[in-house]
């Protein structure tokens, strides 16, 4: 009997053991895995202006497509995207039904804890809008100028600190509500967030709104699973050669109407 359970013990910590290697060479060999297959999964939003979503001709466009894009060429590989919400996108990278997540991804604590990090690769951010002929050069601009703002909204908030106290803000229930006003003409600039102005720009072209002040930066990080550190150190490489060449400047400049600037790195 007690031979028999050593036996038992010794197999399943055989066993163990043989997980154990064959997970960590999975881990470690996810680049390799598609380097051989010549084919990278990317999980990317289409329903998220401008970062993300599905132009007239039926295709995903925006900006976290291109990134999704030059990844792919600079691997030399093919690109299979794979469209995901805000709710599906972790889960989608930490089970490795994908290889990378480009959806607008915010690093905080609580999602360090199940997936990793690259460095960040575009802006996310809330800004001041308004059009072309209207000239903001600087907060002091703003003074007298009145701004759509939903209530509540860090937007206001933010501006208090820095604007003039002669802004005239105009509070609508929610940011719809404060898009619409906006583009009624009620308001002479909103301010809103990046992804809401491109909403904004996508269903109005006829506005004209640019980007005008930027009032709080938010970078996005791509995710990749816990436990590839050959893939996460090659997109890495990618996104400082992309940021030195001036490429993560042209892509956010193309959808954002600003620069990349100085994104942060991961540690």
């Known amino acids: 009997m007690i031979t028999l359970n050593k036996r038992a013990f010794t197999a399943s910590a055989l ?3 043989a997980l154990a290697v064959t997970g960590t060479a999975h881990a470690q060999s996810a680049l390799d895995d598609i380097l051989k297959a010549k084919t990278i999964k990317i999980a990317v939003p289409t329903d998220y202006p401008p970062y993300g979503f599905v132009g007239i001709d039926l295709q995903p466009q925006g900006l976290d497509i291109d990134m999704a894009k030059l990844i792919a ?21 930490q089970t490795k039904q994908v290889h990378l997540v480009i959806s607008t991804l915010g690093k905080n604590a609580e999602r360090e804890k199940v997936i990793d990090f690259t460095h960040a690769y575009s802006p996310f951010f809330q800004a001041v809008y308004g ?8 907060f002091a601009d703003l003074g007298g100028k009145t701004i759509a703002v939903a209530k509540g909204a860090m937007e206001e908030q933010e501006l208090v600190k820095v604007g003039p106290a002669s802004m005239d803000f105009k509070r609508y229930e929610d940011q719809a509500a404060s898009t619409a006003a906006f583009v009624a003409g009620q308001t002479q600039l909103i301010a809103t ?7 904004m720009a996508q ?3 006829q506005l004209g709104a640019e980007f005008k002040l930027l009032i709080k930066d938010s ?4 995710g990749v699973a816990k436990g590839e550190p050959a893939l ?4 890495n490489e990618i996104i400082v050669a992309a940021k030195a060449d001036g490429t993560l400047d042209k892509m956010a400049q193309k959808w954002l109407g600003r620069a990349a600037g100085n994104l942060p790195l991961s540690e």
């Open 232 to 235: 996460r150190a090659k997109v």
């Open 131 to 138: 059009p072309k002929s209207l000239s903001i050069k600087s």
């Open 15 to 17: 066993a163990l053991a």
């Open 219 to 222: 970078p996005n990080f791509i």
């Open 203 to 205: 269903k109005n072209p």
């Open 73 to 93: 060429d600079k691997l030399g590989v093919k690109l299979q995207m794979v469209p995901v919400i805000s709710g599906n996108r972790i889960p989608y990278v």
């Open 193 to 199: 967030s990046v992804s809401n102005a491109g909403l």
